[in-house]
């Protein structure tokens, strides 16, 4: 099943609480790497009540509503820069109901065209639990190979040179 999306750069009140209802659930939270006190952050952000959001998220990289061909915002996508022209992605559908219908692997292949193409970053990383076996399988099929291990989660990523030539494996490359 093909989802149409789109990426909203701006960022609205309504998006603030649905970001905070999305980060208040177990569910959705667990497989994300930010800190315990990120729904007590979103809360004073919107309770601050300033006139424009999207700066504030954009600080240090890319941030985006994911919606749907309605507008309906269904999750976001982070592109955090990272030292040696690298971006860290993080992608999370908030809304479980829309879970297994596509979203995610729509929502990875803008986040590259975006990552790699618009803003010239030379490798895309990911963290990604090791429970998380939807993500790990989305992000491997798109090419990306695991490069650090942890406890908790692997560490994923995709150069440009293996976007770009999707057929050529890393064995390939190395040989």
Wanted: with cysteine; proline share 3%.
């Amino acid at each position: 099943m093909s989802q149409r999306i789109s990426l909203r750069t701006e960022l609205r009140t309504e998006d603030l609480l649905l970001m905070i209802k999305w980060m208040s659930n177990e569910h959705v939270y667990r497989y994300l790497n930010e800190h315990q006190q990120i729904t007590t952050q979103l809360k004073q952000v919107y309770d601050a009540r300033l006139p424009v959001f999207t700066p504030l998220f954009n600080r240090n990289g890319r941030f985006f509503m994911i919606c749907t061909g309605a507008d309906q915002a269904i999750g976001f996508l982070r592109l955090a820069y990272c030292p040696d022209n690298t971006v860290e992605l993080v992608i999370a559908i908030g809304e479980e109901r829309m879970w297994g219908q596509g979203y995610g692997r729509v929502s990875l292949s803008e986040a590259l065209k975006i990552a790699f193409l618009e803003m010239r970053r030379d490798r895309v990383i990911a963290h990604i639990y090791h429970e998380n076996s939807r993500s790990r399988h989305l992000f491997v099929s798109r090419g990306f190979a695991p490069c650090t291990q942890g406890s908790h989660s692997t560490k994923y990523q995709l150069t440009f040179d293996a976007y770009l030539h999707p057929e050529v494996s890393e064995k390939d490359e190395i040989a």
